[in-house]
């Protein structure tokens, strides 16, 4: 079964420096890998997604993630934290009629 | 709308009771995602709606749990003799054709069994 693994569940970075969420996917077959961001008391937002072509995907607000087949990756970065980022983070990949998620990464932003 | 909506958005019940959990998909999409989302065990799949097949339950916890959906777009996913480990809120997701597509969440129906 296809399966994703986050690490470290909550992130703190200063505004202005880099975010960098880590995603790891085990698939048996070619994946097709998903961030989403849920914000408190709300339901999830894609930020981006991979299925094939180009492995760099660029996504809203200013994120971007790198599928790296080779290392099993699909890490989350941002150059430039803002506080608005302030959210949690899940990783998915499909498979087996569903998205498998990780478990998440709660991100704090430190002015 | 042009979102997923989802009610109640919070349902407080007593150990025992049954609930009903409704969702409303995006129009036009045929695939129908129910989630559960709970501390320490975070975002697992419950059950999969796609046109007219079988929906796929492999994701139910126990036989209290049930889902249907009618006409091919509400949704409504009931719990039975509801217990506290029920807990948790509920995440329907809705996407155009299938499990390749972007899926797309509703708010959320929180539930609290006392």
């Known amino acids: 079964a296809q399966s994703v693994t986050q690490l470290g569940s909550h992130v703190s970075v200063s505004e202005g420096a880099l975010v960098l969420l880590r995603c790891n996917y085990s698939?048996?077959?070619?994946?097709?890998l998903f961030w989403y961001v849920q914000y408190p008391n709300q339901g999830l937002q894609l930020l981006l997604k991979?299925?094939?072509?180009?492995?760099l995907v660029k996504g809203i607000n200013g994120f971007e993630a790198e599928f790296k087949k080779s290392e099993t990756s699909f890490h989350l970065t941002k150059p430039s934290a803002h506080m608005s980022d302030a959210a949690e983070y899940f990783c998915?990949?499909?498979?087996?009629?569903?998205?498998?998620f990780g478990k998440g990464n709660q991100v704090v932003v430190i002015p | 709308g042009a979102g997923v909506s989802q009610s109640p958005s919070n349902k407080v019940t007593e150990k025992g009771k049954d609930v009903e959990l409704r969702c409303d998909p995006i129009?036009?999409?045929?695939?129908l995602y129910w989630y559960r989302q709970s501390l320490g065990q975070g975002l697992e799949f419950l059950i999969y709606?796609?046109?007219?097949?079988?929906?796929?339950k492999s994701g139910l916890p126990s036989d209290r749990f049930s889902a249907e959906r009618t006409g091919g777009s509400v949704s409504t996913l009931t719990i039975q003799r509801t217990q506290q480990e029920d807990s948790a809120v509920y995440l329907c997701?809705?996407?155009?054709?299938?499990?390749?597509?972007?899926?797309?969440f509703g708010p959320g129906t929180r539930l609290l069994v006392l």
């Open positions: 709606f796609q046109g007219n097949s079988a929906p796929d």
């Open positions: 991979y299925t094939t072509g180009a492995t």
């Open positions: 129009s036009g999409h045929t695939a």
């Open positions: 698939s048996s077959v070619p994946p097709y």
């Open positions: 998915a990949v499909t498979g087996d009629n569903r998205l498998a």
């Open positions: 997701a809705s996407s155009l054709l299938g499990l390749d597509e972007t899926q797309y």
